[in-house]
């Protein structure tokens, strides 16, 4: 099947021929339905994921990172042009991106749950009103500066 489409001028404004114009506009299209696939992909795997009991899982985490890098990968190939640099030139572009995003992913996953283990919580209790103005009222209206006979007042 031959790709058709109503822009003959295009070819003329850009200096290239009718084929060329053809097949950048049929290339444009395939990277927007794989764009699309991909996405409607994470999009049903998020849906599913709370009834099966998926939410939180590292391997749903690594398909939902990796599923993204994909996508990103391709942007960096088709919409940036990278895709026909020299090899050189790709290494330089990629490589700091890469070895960020391997960083960055790896935070994610050890330091992303720090606050999910019960021996690393953080303090989020909050403290009702009325404690902390029996609180005040037992202290003489007194502030405290420091955290220490803050935390001391509770215990």
């Not at 299209?29 to 996405?39: D, G, P, S």
């Not at 026909?84 to 992913?105: D, G, N, Q, S, T």
Request: net charge neutral; no cysteine.
């Amino acid at each position: 099947m031959e790709f058709h489409d109503n822009y003959p001028e295009y070819e003329k404004m850009s200096n290239h021929d009718e084929t060329y114009g053809k097949k950048a506009r049929r290339t444009l299209w395939n990277v927007f339905w794989i764009m699309l696939a991909i996405t409607v992909v994470e999009l049903i795997i998020g849906f599913m994921a709370p009834s099966k009991g998926w939410s939180g899982t590292l391997g749903l985490k690594v398909l939902f990172i990796g599923l993204t890098l994909v996508k990103a990968a391709a942007i960096v190939l088709w919409f940036m042009h990278l895709g026909h640099e020299v090899k050189f030139f790709k290494y330089v572009v990629l490589l700091p991106y890469a070895i960020f995003m391997i960083y960055a992913v790896f935070i994610l996953l050890t330091e992303g749950t720090y606050s999910g283990v019960k021996e690393n919580y953080t303090r989020t209790k909050q403290i009702p009103i009325e404690d902390q103005l029996a609180h005040k009222k037992a202290n003489g209206g007194e502030q405290h500066g420091s955290s220490e006979s803050h935390e001391e007042a509770h215990h």
